[in-house]
Every structure is written in C-alpha cells, then in structure tokens.
C-alpha cells in the first residue's frame, strides 16, 4: 500500500534516497575502482576524493535509472516491492532529478581526474541502463553485456593515475569481468523465482536452476584462478598474490562444485557470499603484493648503494 506524500517522514525519505540509489551497492562499487588506483601507484588525496565520490555518484545514478526504468515490474516481485516508488515514497519526476543530479555530479567530479575516467563513468551508465537493463527480460546475454560496465571500476581507477588506456588496466577489468558471471548467476539462482516473477530470465539456461547452469558457474569459476594470476605472470604482483589467489580461487571454484553436486539454493547462497568476499580481498591483495615489493626493492636499492 503506498503511503500518501504528506506522511513520509524525514526518515522515511533519508532511507528511500539511500534504498533508490543503492547506496551500500555503490559503496562497494567504488572499493574496485580504490584498488584500481592504488595498484597503478596512485595516492594523491584530492584525486582518491574525486574518484570515490565520483564513482559512487555516477553508479548511484545508475542504480536509481534501474528503478525508474523497471519500478512496474518491482511490484511484481517480493525483493524489490518495497522500493520507493513502488511505494510511493518516491515519484518518477522526483526519482529522475536525483538521477540527473548525481550523474552530472559524479561526471564532473570524473572529469575533474581527467577526459577519460569521465567518459569511462557515463560509458558505465549507458551500458548499465540502456542495452543491460530493457536485456534482462529479453536473453540471459543480459548476463554478458552487464559485465562490461560491472567491470569498469578498477580500469576507472588505473587511469585515474595513468590518463591513458594500456595492458595493465585491461588486466583489472578482465579479472573482474569473468569472476561477475559466478557471482551473479549465483545471485540469480538464489532470486529465480521472483526474478521469474518479473519477468526476468538470467540464469545462463534456459530451464533455470539445473545442472546445465550449474556447470557453466563452475566453468566460469574455474577460469577465473588462472586469470586472477594474470598479474603475478605478468611480473606485477609477487608471490603472496600467487599463493593467495590460488587458494582462494580454489576455494570459490569448490564452492560452485558443490552446487554443481546439489542444485541447491542453500550452495549458491554459499556461492553469492563467497563472490562478495572473493572480490576485495583480491583486489587488495594485488595493492599489498605489489606495494611490499616495491618497498623491498627500495630497501634493497638503499642497502647495496651504501
């Protein structure tokens, strides 16, 4: 039941702002595009300033568009029914001016890095809300376009220091990119029945929930060990990155087997957990690895000079 305008309460409209743009989502968001820059070298504070609030910005706009573009079938099913304009904390034009405020903000706030983390950020957003969300009713492809702008973050974040595209901030995005497609059909089968509800079709097979997507989550997770050791082949990281990426890759992969073995919405709840704790700790583990070697080499360098 929608409450009338005249009894929301400030609370009530603090909480809507924060459930329309997702606010812990694009928190977390942003925590990629942190390591990204780190990783390349980067520690300007006015920079990082730009970059965090820029990004949570631009991916708060994103995730508000969703709301407006989806908020008939968000009735439809019981995990997004209660977003604001569902309920009616919230109204369309009041929905889009956020948008538009937070999305020129956090393009500005890019662009004041420089040209190419800005159109980065809007490339995000565009990908996000015109081609990923009208897709999800149409083909799980949906699946694969939305990894594009789900892994721009630590490429965002690399060239915010670096201004220039190269092979190393392609590494960041590759990881991210193949280790979205375990975590979120992880997501979708734990939400299968109420994204069905809405009209949703997600998960890698068209049956839903059965080993034909089980196996492909596990081929997926599979392949994601060897490309998170991209960095650590390509002489970037050392062995503490070597060691953990293995094992923790080996961990993830374990966990998508077992829900290869069950079909059970219990593993893959498991399996989505594990994707949100999976994701950082890599991450920071690439920044660490690699800022630890270059302290050793300046050591060392101090060491044999005098």
Request: aromatic share 16%; with cysteine; proline share 4%.
């Amino acid at each position: 039941m929608e409450l009338a305008v005249e009894k929301i309460t400030m609370g009530q409209k603090v909480k809507a702002y924060m459930v329309f743009t997702k606010f812990r989502l694009s928190a977390l968001v942003i925590v990629s595009a942190l390591t990204g820059y780190l990783f390349m070298g980067g520690s300007d504070g006015l920079t990082i300033t730009y970059l965090l609030l820029g990004g949570l910005l631009v991916t708060a706009a994103s995730n508000g568009s969703n709301q407006i573009w989806e908020r008939d079938l968000d009735k439809l099913m019981l995990r997004t029914s209660k977003r604001p304009i569902p309920m009616g904390l919230m109204s369309v034009r009041e929905g889009l001016i956020v948008v538009a405020v937070t999305l020129v903000a956090g393009t500005a706030l890019l662009y004041m890095i420089n040209l190419y983390s800005a159109l980065l950020g809007l490339l995000a957003y565009v990908m996000y809300v015109f081609i990923y969300t009208p897709m999800k009713r149409i083909s799980p492809w949906a699946v694969f376009v939305g990894a594009f702008p789900g892994a721009i973050p630590p490429m965002l974040g690399a060239i915010a220091h670096t201004n220039e595209f190269g092979l190393v901030p392609g590494i960041l995005f590759f990881v991210q990119f193949t280790w979205q497609f375990p975590h979120f059909w992880a997501i979708a089968w734990v939400a299968y029945d109420d994204y069905k509800a809405g009209g949703f079709s997600l998960l890698p097979s068209k049956e839903g929930r059965t080993k034909g997507s089980a196996f492909q989550i596990v081929v997926y997770s599979l392949a994601l060990i060897p490309f998170s050791l991209l960095p650590w082949l390509m002489g970037l990281t050392g062995m503490v990155s070597l060691i953990v990426a293995t094992v923790l890759g080996g961990i993830f992969f374990l966990y998508s087997y077992k829900l290869y073995l069950s079909c059970d919405t219990k593993d893959a709840k498991r399996l989505m957990f594990a994707s949100f704790i999976y994701l950082p700790i890599i991450q920071f583990v690439y920044v660490f690895d690699k800022f630890d070697d270059n302290i050793l080499e300046a050591m060392n360098t101090a060491f044999w000079a005098n």
